[in-house]
């Protein structure tokens, strides 16, 4: 045997033996999806995280070949949700799309049955949104300043709605009634859009709201608005000053939305979701209704998404108590 047929010999079984490993490491990675995936959320329709599924799912159904199924389970400030999903089968069919606020402000509020930590496992940041200052239209201002002044001069008269208590526009208000210094009563809706409707009623006054589910009450002339929270002025809000222009300079709040699923599922399957998820945001008719509601692409690495929930939560530990907020 020459020396050159030995060397092809050996390249073919090397070859072989490399296909044999990748045949067997193949096999074993899990089949995903084999059946409907569930996205759970917790909060009921009307809301910026119900907005932000309804938007994503139809793309996610289509490129996994299973109907991605959005699961409104409304209750204990989003926690229920955050429960099931922790303590769902780890095959990739329970995903949970989670508001920041659920997973960083949750743990000083209340003694949770699951460790966000210990029991998710973070895909990606999926989007983010700005909080704007609204008032039903029988309040008598038309800007943060007059708002401010009245509820100054009229301590207790004022009252705000939120989804509830410990939630994203709860802790979004309370920033704000600290950094000017007056107050008002906090009415605790079950979700944003019964917090919405409620402000439409005029059962509450005044709500610091997202952006993607309050806005075209604005443009519709139903809600009056008076400020946003982001850093600098966004494209859909472009008219309104910010509340750092008004007088409060490094004021910014904004929301987060992530992909979440328990934490023992496979790696290949989460990797997976946050592929097909990314290749969602890219679709250009989902960019242009993200836009169009104020909901900004964000996304990061599983590891990057961990580390923002840690340093929020402690964040969020200061402010709860300061505030003296407790979870109902």
């Given at each position: ?86 303590h769902a089968n780890p095959d990739g069919h329970t995903v949970f799309l989670a508001l920041s606020t659920q997973l960083t402000a949750s743990p000083s509020l209340y003694k949770l049955p699951f460790d966000v930590e210990r029991d998710l496992q973070p895909i990606t940041t ?203």
């Open positions: 045997m020459t020396s050159i047929t030995r060397v092809n010999r050996a390249m073919r079984l090397l070859a072989a033996s490399l296909l044999g490993v990748a045949a067997i490491a193949q096999a074993a990675e899990p089949a995903y999806p084999t059946r409907p995936v569930r996205l759970l959320l917790g909060f009921p329709p009307g809301g910026a995280t119900d907005a932000l599924a309804r938007i994503i799912t139809p793309k996610l159904s289509d490129a996994m070949g299973q109907t991605w199924i959005v699961d409104n389970r409304g209750g204990a400030g989003g926690n229920l949700a955050a429960e099931m999903a922790a999926l989007a983010t949104h700005e909080h704007i200052v609204l008032v039903n239209p029988n309040v008598p201002v038309k800007t943060l300043k007059e708002l401010i002044a009245l509820a100054k001069q009229k301590p207790g008269a004022l009252n705000y709605a939120s989804s509830g208590v410990g939630g994203s526009l709860h802790l979004a208000a309370e920033l704000l009634k600290r950094r000017a210094g007056f107050d008002m009563v906090h009415i605790a809706y079950k979700g944003a859009g019964p917090a919405i409707a409620g402000l439409l009623a005029g059962e509450a006054q005044v709500m610091v709201g997202a952006v993607p589910s309050t806005f075209v009450y604005v443009t519709s002339g139903r809600l009056r608005a008076l400020a946003t929270t982001g850093a600098k002025r966004h494209q859909v809000t472009a008219d309104l000053p910010t509340v750092a222009e008004l007088g409060y300079p490094g004021f910014e709040n904004i929301a987060w939305f992530g992909l979440f699923v328990p934490s023992a599922t496979p790696k290949s399957i989460a990797e997976r979701i946050r592929t097909e998820a990314l290749k969602a945001l890219e679709h250009p008719d989902v960019r242009s209704t993200m836009t169009r509601l104020g909901l900004d692409r964000e996304t990061s690495t599983p590891a990057q998404l961990a580390a923002r929930i840690k340093a929020e939560t402690a964040q969020l530990a200061v402010v709860i108590k300061e505030a003296g907020i407790r979870g109902e």
